[in-house]
């Protein structure tokens, strides 16, 4: 939504770089992460998702990694372009649970020119 | 724009009155949630519909406030006697059965 990003981590890139993005998930008996996009004024996007018996999926220029040993996703953006400028947020899931979502804290992702 | 549209996007009202909001999901999706996003942070679940069927109510959800999906397609989330503390983005949300959630643009809620 508007002023997503207030009081959020932010991540200063310069456009072209690589961006990592972290997040510390909080249940071990999740099954199904994703991460997701949200700019000003709008609801989040999904970008990319993965199962926990993966521990690595790609996409168009994103690739998420699932280290299930210290409960922690990363998001990797390669070539960050203006358009990535947004806050991310890795949201977890758990079938058991209904399929709702529990969302981390989120990141506000700045892109130089 | 993912298939999910909500009515309306922005809405004002003065404390203690109701307001309800109306969420399309993509029609094939069986499931549909509702989620409540405050600045800052990530959306927080509030509850959620199978088909008609709500399954599910977050502890967030006060008894102010009341979801239906009368035919399994489109939902309606409404607040009464709202509060300042109600102020929020509220957000709709679809899936099929078990899947990816795709999200509508929202609605800003803003009590005076």
Redesign the interface.
Known sequence: GENVGLHLPTLSVQEGDNSIINCAYSNSASDYFIWYKQESGKGPQFIIDIRSNMDKRQGQRVTVLLNKTVKHLSLQIAATQPGDSAVYFCAENMAAAGNKLTFGGGTRVLVKP | D?G?S?DPRHKITKRGQNVTFRCDPISEHN?L?W?R?T???????LT?FQNEAQ??KSRLLSDRFSAERPKGSFSTLEIQRTEQGDSA?Y?C?S?PQ?D???????T?LTVL
């Open positions: 993912t999910v909500q499931r949630y989620y996003q600045l800052g942070q990530g959306p927080e679940f959620y399954l599910e983005m957000l949300a899936s078990t990816t959630q795709y999200f509508g643009p929202g800003r």
